[in-house]
């Protein structure tokens, strides 16, 4: 008796479990399905990529119609007559739909000029689909900027009403927004199947072999470290990445060449369509070649709503501290014009693009904390923008936060802040542990955290990447030498202190504002931070007249630093 063969991959429809299911059987992240493996937070949800395509529910947004969308055209293409005649709807109402499929089969355009109705945080708008644009600034933030936003901010069964052009006529419709899942949580039926996949890259594992890593989703890399021989610690040479789809799949004592410009040869086109099974699984960042012992979530939930408060306003100033932390030790690297070309100016011009990433990305989970906090706050929240004191260090104790150059030793500090179930990490796990918990937090409250603590593994493994760039090279090579700590009345110095002001006072005002009036500012603060004009210039200055980037204490309650909470 012949064995069948073994399937690497089992697929399993939970979605019906999403609506009125128990405690008991509600689904809950566990290793190797993290939330971005779920349909609604597929990475390619608006961009054809490999999960889905999510455009396509707003193409069913109104009852019996179908549409496709531009940014200032919603044209119908189809009409559901079948559902139509179905339906109890009156007499006046099913004409309009069956002149509606009249027009469409005689080639007339059937275009919905203007959509009535609650978009969410604009509020309720008669929408003229054909004049929306982006705001320039944030006097004019008060409408969806393009068709399909618009809709997709309509609540699910709040009332619209649509305004159709049809050739010389108008006709006007009334319904609710399409619910589009069924009670049991799948898709509804209006759907077709493939539907929503439709207007993806086909075939997807052809594609596979060509499109770079930042087109694919994150469980679908392009790079990842090497699987070890072992099950033990691997060292700083285990750490470089190597191209997911070598050829050469052999595990040896020493890793794979690691992926560069020149890279390995990799599976080709014809392989990569049948042989794709072969590619390993990728957990933290790393193949996986023999079974995977996930770690227990054991975070002790706060005692209070007040102890939440302070550990979610810490968590803020821990943010703060890491970005400066983070953009002294970036602007502590050398111009890479000042280096010879080759392979450590090319690693260098990769940390300080990554070290800038990094602290956008700590920015994000700034506004992140702060979404938390007003949702829990209401009327009387207040930005969160006092810098920590402390922040924690490899040993597990407390550190003061300072001015940094980039040598091994910074790095390791870096990894100590980010390293799961360790320094951030830590403090983020007691926060959403609390969250969790029944009448202190939302759905939406907890992803945000989850979503800080996924991207600290990203942050984590970076630095590990950055060990290896620059390792086998001197620091006095690739950092500016014998940086001191500035006088306060020096120019530059106080020029950077007045654009990191500027900085902290946009995003108080974007937080104060709240979503979408506060937009323009945020991003605004965003963008000066990266900006090579701006705090980039005055950052430049300051490093160049040989002082270390480093942040004066601000004499205003709402930026003063805070200290660790109790407990903590």
């Not at 559901?80 to 027009?103: E, F, H, I, N």
């Not at 975070?299 to 302070?310: C, D, G, I, K, N």
């Not at 979408?516 to 605004?524: H, K, L, R």
């Not at 490093?543 to 601000?554: E, M, P, Q, R, Y």
């Amino acid at each position: 008796m012949s064995l069948p063969d073994i399937i690497k991959l089992v697929p399993r429809n939970a979605a019906a479990l999403r609506r009125a299911q128990t405690a008991a059987s509600a689904i809950t992240p566990v290793a190797g399905n993290p939330v971005s493996t779920r349909l609604e937070s597929g990475v390619g949800n608006c961009y054809p990529g490999l999960e889905a395509d999510l455009r396509n529910l707003e193409r069913r947004f109104f009852p019996f119609l179908e549409v496709d969308i531009a940014d200032t055209e919603i044209r119908i293409v189809a009409v559901d007559s079948t559902g139509v005649a179905a339906a109890t709807l009156p007499d006046a109402v099913a004409q309009k739909y069956r002149d509606l499929a009249l027009g469409i089969s005689q080639n007339k355009p059937c275009i919905i000029s203007r959509i009535s109705g609650n978009f969410g945080p604009f509020g309720h708008h008669d929408l003229n689909i054909a004049t929306l644009s982006p705001p320039r600034n944030a006097s004019e933030s008060i409408a969806p900027p393009d068709a399909w936003t618009a809709i997709r901010l309509l609540p699910e069964n709040t009332a619209i009403s649509l305004t159709i052009r049809s050739g010389t006529r108008n006709i006007s419709l009334e319904g609710r927004r399409s619910a589009y899942l069924s009670g049991t949580g799948s898709l509804a039926a209006m759907f077709e199947p493939g539907e929503l996949t439709q207007s993806l890259c086909s075939p997807w594992t052809h594609n596979f072999r060509d499109c770079g890593c930042f087109y694919w989703a994150s469980n679908h890399p392009d790079i990842a470290q090497p699987p070890t021989p072992d099950a033990s610690e691997p060292g700083v040479p285990w750490l470089a990445p190597v191209p997911w789809e070598r050829l050469d799949r052999s595990i040896g004592s020493t890793p794979p060449s690691p992926a560069t410009t020149n890279t390995p040869e990799e599976l080709g086109h014809y392989a990569i369509n049948h042989q794709w099974q072969s590619l390993n699984f990728v957990l933290e960042g790393r193949e996986t070649i023999r079974p995977y012992k996930p770690g227990k979530f054991t975070a002790v939930p706060l005692a209070s709503r007040e102890e939440l408060q302070l550990y979610l306003r810490y968590a803020a100033g821990l943010e703060l501290a890491a970005i400066q932390e983070y953009l002294s030790a970036a602007y502590s690297l050398r111009s890479p014009a000042s280096l010879a070309a080759g392979s450590l100016r090319n690693r260098v011009t990769a940390s300080f693009a990554e070290l800038m990433r990094i602290a956008y990305g700590e920015m994000r989970h700034l506004r992140a904390v702060n979404n938390v906090l007003q949702s829990l706050n209401g009327p009387a929240y207040t930005p969160a923008l006092q810098v920590a004191k402390t922040i924690p260090d490899a040993a597990g104790n407390q550190r003061q936060v300072r001015a940094r150059i980039l040598d091994p030793q910074a790095i390791l500090d870096f990894l100590a802040l980010e390293q799961a179930n360790r320094g951030a990490d830590e403090l983020y796990a007691r926060i959403y542990a609390t969250l969790r918990q029944p009448g202190f937090g939302s759905d939406a409250n907890c992803q945000s955290i989850r979503y800080i603590m996924a991207e600290g593994q990203d942050h984590f493994e970076t630095f590990e990447n950055m060990q290896v760039w620059l390792q086998g090279f001197q620091p006095r090579h690739y950092l500016h030498q014998n940086l001191v700590q500035a006088p306060a009345s020096n120019s530059s110095y106080q020029a950077l202190q007045k654009a990191y002001r500027n900085l902290l006072e946009k995003l108080y005002a974007g937080y104060q504002a709240g979503m979408p009036q506060g937009a323009v500012d945020i991003n605004a603060a965003r963008g000066d931070m990266v900006a090579a004009s701006g705090f980039g210039s005055a950052a430049r200055a300051v490093i160049n007249a040989g002082f270390l980037l480093s942040f004066d204490t601000i004499n205003d309650a709402r930026f003063a630093p805070i200290a660790l909470p109790p407990g903590l």
